[in-house]
């Protein structure tokens, strides 16, 4: 489909992306546009400019937790920042000025190279646009397809905004009740699957339905040789210093958990420790947050953070002890508690994120696709795009082949094993 004329309307003297002051129609330094069917753009790097309209639009869009304000401006504040990525906030306007979609993008660089990407883009389990309630009554997938043409040749008009290529990965096949519109792009499936539980109003049906008689049993019969330890108790975190403790001891019993595995510490990357410590106690991320603990006498037994958004809650993080305790379960009865949390409190839905772990699909009704989009925009963006797209086919094919994803992660757990011993022998 041919590209529609853009005619690109800019102030004289504009600043810099990253001084960009409003993403409104009147805003300092924002590149601006009128597309087709009068929907108006507006291109921003300034995340405080940009937060009062984007905190009041995720209060009624369709869209995930992933893509509220707060999680994406503690993610670029602790992770983005420093890395030097750029925030690329494209908000769309009805003609009446109502909010039509909110797009959390960024621009960072790959071997030299100019990338466009979500926002959040490697801690968000789903990469997705915000939109209104009425995007698709309102604007079909070749109307969003000529946006998305006309918002692409206006960027790469502008040299503060001109990207090589995009990899836009985790993109979910809908938005809320919305197809997602970006999987109308030429995508391809993601390595891993989405996994959810539609919750009821009971929590005993719940788990009744869920369980078999005899699993039923074993967890009772576990979780009685665990109260011989000490009396057992599920928390939930509610002030800031024990929320920091209780993500500490968290993040100590994964980096135990990463190592037997043999998988990269997670928390040793820039900037993650610090992200997800902001998160658990900032007064304003809280009420989003979940943190929790199950406690055997004085020993915190199992832990994790969870977020809550909408009608769902949302499986970030947990751990559980490595010792004696182990052996009965306490990671699966924390999980039983935390889903027993989730009905009392109304939530309608529990979202494991993305991953396809057996302990997942016992308890999930609701499975879902991600989808990935690689396509280079300038010819120096070619060679990147196609390794990527080589790298994803041949992951996805040795995750979803079963003896193949065995094999790896035999091979993982192994290399893992020799790492330490070198460690410790070089002690």
Same mark, same amino acid.
């Given at each position: 489909m041919g590209a529609m004329p853009l005619r690109a309307v800019k102030e004289a003297s504009a600043p810099k992306v990253a001084d960009?002051?409003?993403?409104?129609?009147? @805003?300092?330094?924002?590149?601006?546009?009128?597309?087709?069917?009068?929907?108006?753009?507006?291109?921003?790097?300034?995340?405080?400019?940009?937060?009062?309209?984007?905190?009041?639009?995720?209060?009624?869009?369709?869209?995930?937790?992933?893509?509220?304000?707060?999680?994406?401006?503690?993610?670029?504040?602790?992770? @983005?920042?420093?890395?030097?990525?750029?925030?690329?906030?494209?908000?769309?306007?009805?003609?009446?000025?109502?909010?039509?979609?909110?797009?959390?993008?960024? $621009?960072?660089?790959?071997? @030299? $190279?100019?990338?466009?990407?979500? $926002?959040?883009?490697?801690?968000?389990?789903?990469?997705?646009?915000?939109?209104?309630?009425?995007?698709?009554?309102?604007?079909?997938?070749?109307?969003?397809?000529?946006?998305?043409?006309?918002?692409?040749?206006?960027?790469?008009?502008?040299?503060? $905004?001109?990207?090589?290529?995009?990899?836009?990965?985790?993109?979910?096949?809908?938005?809320?009740?919305?197809?997602?519109?970006?999987?109308?792009?030429?995508?391809?499936?993601?390595?891993?699957?989405?996994?959810?539980?539609?919750? @009821?109003?009971?929590?005993?049906?719940?788990?009744?339905?869920?369980?078999?008689?005899?699993?039923?049993?074993?967890?009772?019969?576990?979780?009685?040789?665990m109260a011989k330890h000490g009396e057992i108790r599920f928390l939930t975190v509610t002030n800031a210093d024990a929320a920091r403790r209780t993500f500490e001891t968290l993040m100590e019993q994964k980096q135990r958990s990463f190592a037997r595995k043999g998988i990269p510490d997670l928390f040793e990357r820039v900037g993650y420790r610090d992200f997800f410590l902001d998160l658990a106690t900032n007064p304003a991320t809280r009420p989003m947050v979940h943190v929790a603990r199950t406690e055997v006498g004085a020993t915190c037994a199992a832990a994790n953070l969870g977020l809550i958004f909408g009608d769902t809650y949302y499986h970030v993080l947990s751990s559980y002890i490595d010792n004696e305790l182990s052996n009965y379960g306490p990671g699966s009865l924390h999980l039983r508690e935390m889903m027993a949390y989730a009905i009392g409190r109304g939530l309608k839905s529990f979202d494991f994120t993305i991953g396809d772990e057996p302990y997942k699909l016992e308890w999930s009704d609701t499975d879902l696709h991600l989808y990935d989009f690689l396509a280079a925009v300038t010819w120096r963006g070619v060679p990147a795009a196609l390794t990527f797209r080589l790298f994803r086919r041949i992951k996805r094919t040795i995750k979803q082949t079963p003896w193949l994803w065995r094999l790896a992660e035999d091979v993982r757990s192994r290399l893992g094993s020799l790492s330490r011993s070198v460690l410790r022998r070089r002690a």
């Open positions: 960009a002051g409003d993403a409104g129609d009147a @805003g300092r330094g924002v590149r601006r546009g009128q597309l087709p069917d009068r929907v108006r753009i507006s291109i921003t790097s300034d995340l405080a400019a940009v937060e009062p309209d984007w905190r009041r639009f995720q209060e009624f869009a369709d869209c995930t937790v992933f893509q509220t304000f707060g999680w994406l401006a503690a993610w670029q504040k602790h992770i @983005g920042a420093p890395r030097g990525i750029k925030p690329v906030i494209v908000v769309g306007r009805f003609a009446d000025g109502g909010m039509a979609f909110l797009l959390p993008f960024c $621009l960072d660089r790959h071997a @030299g $190279l100019r990338r466009l990407r979500w $926002l959040g883009h490697d801690l968000c389990d789903y990469n997705a646009p915000l939109l209104a309630p009425e995007f698709s009554q309102r604007i079909a997938p070749d109307r969003f397809a000529t946006i998305w043409q006309i918002l692409q040749a206006q960027m790469q008009s502008d040299p503060l $905004l001109r990207h090589d290529w995009i990899d836009f990965a985790k993109m979910p096949q809908h938005v809320g009740a919305q197809v997602n519109p970006f999987t109308h792009l030429e995508v391809t499936l993601n390595a891993s699957g989405v996994h959810l539980a539609r919750l @009821g109003d009971d929590w005993e049906k719940f788990y009744v339905a869920k369980r078999s008689s005899a699993t039923r049993r074993r967890d009772r019969a576990k979780r009685a040789n």
